[in-house]
């Protein structure tokens, strides 16, 4: 068993001395930080880039010899660096990243589309929630990358998907085709008009 801190993420790494096969190794890790809390294993993780034999001796008679212990070292120094690098990569990107920004309230794609897709799916029934969708006239004059008509659509800070009732700051615009023209908002705007989100 070995412990690894990089930075505040603690990482335990279990290489079990009898499994070594053909050159390989189960490694299981265990990540403690203040971001996450997850294991994973890596059952492929080569050793012939890091030493041709490995020592699994735990005899005080027959100890390893100096260059296998130095290969052992090498092993866990190299399964460190290849966990760590997994940790840098985003554990939860869609979670964390705007799509849209209206004010200070942040809009992941996923919402974005929901949104649109309630949207659009009244708009094809021919309903409406608290009359929205309707229609947006841009009277703004956004240039949207898609061609018009457009429909306005709430979409909702709480992350719900809009169901009649205020409808909040915030819209989302698309055409009679199903696509997305922009998110738009009255917070910033002067009286009822609407700006751009972010």
């Known amino acids: 068993m070995r412990n690894y801190r990089f930075h505040d993420d603690t990482i335990t790494l279990s290489i079990p001395h009898e499994e070594y096969i053909n050159g390989q190794i189960p490694v299981s890790v265990d990540i403690q930080s203040k971001h996450a809390r997850s294991s994973s294993a890596h059952p492929n993780l080569e050793l012939s880039s890091v030493a041709p034999q490995i020592c699994t001796s735990q005899r005080q008679d027959s100890p390893c010899p100096e260059n296998l212990k130095s290969n052992?070292?090498?092993?866990?120094?190299?399964?460190?660096v290849f966990i760590t690098?997994?940790?840098?990569?985003?554990?939860?990107?869609?979670a964390r990243a705007c799509a849209a920004s209206c004010g200070t309230v942040c809009y992941t794609s996923s919402a974005v589309s929901a949104a649109k897709a309630a949207g659009y799916k009244l708009y094809s029934a021919g309903s409406t929630a608290s009359s929205y969708p309707h229609v947006y006239h841009d009277y703004e004059g956004f240039v949207f990358p898609v061609s018009g008509t457009y429909y306005e659509f709430p979409i909702l800070k709480s992350g719900s998907v809009y169901s009649g009732g205020s409808?909040?700051?915030d819209r989302v615009i698309f055409n009679t085709n199903n696509q997305l023209a922009g998110v738009i908002t009255h917070?910033?705007?002067?009286?009822?008009?609407?700006v751009e989100c972010s």
């Open 72 to 80: 052992n070292q090498q092993l866990f120094a190299v399964a460190a």
């Open 85 to 94: 690098s997994s940790l840098s990569a985003p554990l939860d990107v869609e």
């Open 167 to 169: 409808p909040g700051a």
């Open 187 to 194: 917070t910033g705007a002067s009286g009822n008009n609407f």
